[in-house]
C-alpha cells in the first residue's frame, strides 16, 4: 500500500542487534526482507544506525531507505542505546511502488545471483517437465544422472519436498515451489529450490529455469597434496576434488558482492558499489576457470565419450540465444537465431552441443562491437548438420585462425578473464561426438565459426 503515514512505530533490540520486538509496519517489513522476529535486524540502513547508537552511546536519528523486491521504503528512525540494547521509534513512513523498469532489474539482478549459486540448473518445459539438467556438484552427481534419465518428467518426482508428499508435488503452482526447501538423496546438506519463469506475456509459457541451492558449501573428503605435482597431474586434481569445493564460495562471493553492487540490501556510496562490482567481476573470471579446468579434465580423459540424441540444432541454438540475450543486451548487440521454423536435425548430446554455443555466442558478445550483431544460422548438407555463429568483430588473421583452437590460446588478450580453454575444449566436444568445429576469417571482416554434426536421418 503506497503513501505517507504520520504514525510512530516503536521497536526495540537487544545487544546483540536482534529485533524483539516490533510494531507494524516494521515487523512486516523485516519478515518480508527474509528476516525474524526477534531476529537479527534485516534492514541493512537500519541496522547499520542501531550499531552506531550502541558503538558511541548516543542517539541517532536520520531517514532510512529499504526494498523489498516490490516497494521501496524510506522513514525517519531514531534510535536510542541502553543497557539492554536500544528503543527504536519509526516515522513518515513513505511506501512507494517500483516502477517497472526498476522491477525488472531486480528480477533480472535475482536471476543472474541464482545462476551463479546454483550446484545444479536444470531447463524445465511449461509443465515443469525436465529438458536439460547440468551439474557438477559431487553430492549431486546422482540426481543430476536420473534428471538427465528422466528427461520429459516433472522434476519434483526426484527430490524430497518439505509438506508434500507423492502425487500432491505433481500439482504444485510453480509460485509454490519457488523457495521450496528440498531433501535430496545422496546429499546430507539443506537445498531450496528456485524457479525463474521463462516468457514475459504470462510467466512460464515459455518453460522454466530451475536453480538448486545450497545452505552450505560441500565438504571435501580428500584434497590430493599438490606438492611436487605435475601440472596434469594438478588440473586433474582440481577437476576431482577441488572444484566442488571451490566453486560454492566463490559464488557465494559473486552472489553477495552482486547484492550490494546493485544496492538491493539497501543505499551505498557509489564508490563502494564499483568495488563490489570489482569483486563480482573476479570472482565470474575465478568461477569461469574452474569451470573450464573440469571441463578439460574430462574432454581429455581416454575414455571420454557422450551420450549421442536426436536434436535439433536450431532448437538449441535459440536456447543458447535466450540464454545469452541479457548479456548481449547490455552491450546493445543484437542475436539474429533461427526462426520457429527453422530445423536442422543431428546426432548429438544435447547438452554437450548447448555447451559449444554457448561458448561460440557468448565469444562473440564479448568481441564484436557494441551496438553490432550476431547471427546463428543452420541448414542441412547431406550426412552433416550446420550451425554457423558469424559476429562482426575484428576478425582472425590466417595465423590466428591456426592458433585459436590450441589450449590456453588467447591471442595476446589481457583482462577480459578468458582462460583460452573454451574453443580447444569446444573442438574437443565436437570431434567426440562424430563433428568437428572450425573457422572463417579475415582481418576486419569478422569471423564465422562453424560446427558441423553428423546428420539425423530420421529427421
Known sequence: MSGTTIHIARARTDTGDRLIEAEEPLASLQRRLGGE???????????????????????????IRAQDGAERITAWAEVVPDADGCAISMSNWHVAPLSPAELQKTAER??????????????????????????????????????????????????????????????????????????????????????????????????????????????????PPMVGATRQAMTAALGRELAPVLRQPVARIIANAETIRTQLAGPLAEEYSNYAADIATA????????????????????????????????????RAAGILGMRARERGIGIDAPKPDESAPAVAEFRR???????????????????????????????????????????LSEDQQTRIFEKFERLGRTGDGGSGLGLYISRRLARAMGGELRVESAPGQGARFILDLPADPEG
Open 283 to 318: 570472482g565470474e573470471h575465478l568461477l569461469a576457470l574452474i569451470d573450464d579446468l573440469v571441463d578439460l579434465e574430462v574432454v581429455e580423459d581416454e575414455d571420454f565419450s557422450t551420450a549421442p540424441d536426436h536434436i535439433d540444432l536450431a532448437d538449441v541454438a535459440r
Open 353 to 395: 552441443v548447448l555447451q559449444i554455443l554457448l561458448n561460440l555466442v557468448g565469444n562473440a558478445i564479448r568481441y564484436t562491437p557494441e551496438g553490432s550483431q550476431v547471427w546463428l544460422r543452420v541448414e542441412s548438407e547431406g550426412a552433416i548438420a550446420r550451425l554457423v555463429v558469424a559476429d562482426q568483430g575484428e576478425g
Open 37 to 63: 522476529l526477534p531476529g537479527v535486524v534485516a534492514a541493512p540502513a537500519l541496522l547499520e544506525l542501531i550499531r552506531k547508537a550502541r558503538l558511541y552511546g548516543l542517539r541517532f536519528a536520520r531517514p
Open 110 to 223: 535475482r536471476s543472474s545471483i541464482l545462476r551463479q549459486s546454483a550446484e545444479l540448473s536444470a531447463r524445465l518445459g511449461p509443465e515443469q517437465e525436465l529438458l536439460a539438467v547440468e551439474s557438477r556438484c559431487v553430492d549431486l552427481a546422482d540426481l543430476s544422472s536420473r534428471m538427465e534419465l528422466g528427461r520429459g518428467r516433472r522434476w519434483t518426482e526426484f527430490v524430497g519436498l518439505a509438506g508434500a508428499e507423492g502425487g500432491q508435488k505433481q500439482n504444485l503452482h510453480w509460485r509454490l515451489l519457488d523457495g521450496a526447501r528440498l531433501t535430496i538423496d545422496g546429499s546430507s546438506r539443506s537445498w531450496t529450490a528456485h524457479l525463474i519463469p521463462l516468457g514475459a506475456a504470462a510467466p512460464g509459457r515459455d518453460g522454466f529455469e530451475l536453480h538448486l541451492v545450497a545452505d552450505e558449501p560441500p565438504l571435501a573428503e580428500h584434497v
